[in-house]
């Protein structure tokens, strides 16, 4: 699944992304943590990774394996 960054906040390393279909996702910090970015830009394209039980487990650049 994909979406676009609406917020981060670099400080909390927390934010939403906007999915394709206008529904908005919250990230937390550990979901961030493990995507291995140091940063993310309002406007940018995602992947989210989801974990067995559902939650939003990792955000990955689309190109990134």
Do not use: K
Request: aromatic share 6%; proline share 6%.
């Amino acid at each position: 699944m994909q979406g676009t960054v609406a917020t981060f906040d670099p400080d909390t390393r927390t934010g939403s992304l906007l999915l394709d279909d206008g529904t908005p996702v919250a990230f937390d910090r550990a979901a961030f943590d493990a995507s291995g970015l140091r940063l993310l830009r309002l406007g940018q394209r995602v992947r989210l990774e989801y974990g067995d039980g559902g939650e939003l487990r990792r955000i990955a650049i689309p190109t990134m394996p």
